[in-house]
């Protein structure tokens, strides 16, 4: 190895380092499974050990020399394999959609809808939509009722 810190890096500061180009911290943590708070410490160790003040830096610092294992740099493994593509930025409108999902997000212990989306959104749409289809089942009775009548 050489003599550029990039070594001391740990696999999950490099993680999060890898998607600091691409996305601001929230949008690190959901694609990597952990807490805001997490990925913010990660970042940060990782640029006092970079000697750097920007997170875009120590990114920077990073991409380069896991892209450039033959000139002094290598990837997260040591090997001379090229460093996987830099993933593509997600996008931004379905992750707002997504959100209002009643769904667990990944790395969540339970469903963190707050209380004005369950209470104003889901309930209402779920009523709704039982509405609907009790509609559609009472009307199909009816039309199928009919038919065998005038049989």
């Given at each position: 190895m050489d003599d550029s810190p990039?070594?001391?890096?740990?696999?999950?500061?490099?993680?999060?380092?890898?998607?600091?180009?691409?996305?601001?911290?929230?949008?690190?943590?959901r694609a990597t499974g952990l807490s805001p708070e997490t990925v913010k410490t990660?970042?940060?160790?990782?640029?006092?050990?970079?000697?750097?003040?920007?997170r875009a830096d120590a990114a920077r610092m990073l991409i380069a020399a896991e892209s450039c294992p033959h000139e002094g740099g290598y990837n997260s493994r040591g090997t001379d394999e090229q460093a996987p593509a830099a993933p593509e930025r997600p996008n931004r409108e379905a992750g707002r959609w997504l959100a209002l999902l009643p769904v667990r997000k990944q790395g969540a212990i339970g469903n963190d809808l707050n209380l004005v989306l369950r209470l104003v959104i889901w309930i209402p749409l779920v009523a709704i939509g039982i509405a609907i289809a009790f509609g559609m089942l009472a009307v199909g009775i009816r039309v199928l009722a009919d038919l065998a009548h005038s049989l």
């Open positions: 990039i070594h001391l890096l740990s696999e999950q500061e490099r993680a999060c380092l890898r998607l600091v180009p691409l996305n601001n911290t929230a949008e690190i943590a990660y970042i940060k160790r990782a640029c006092d050990k970079l000697g750097v003040n920007r």
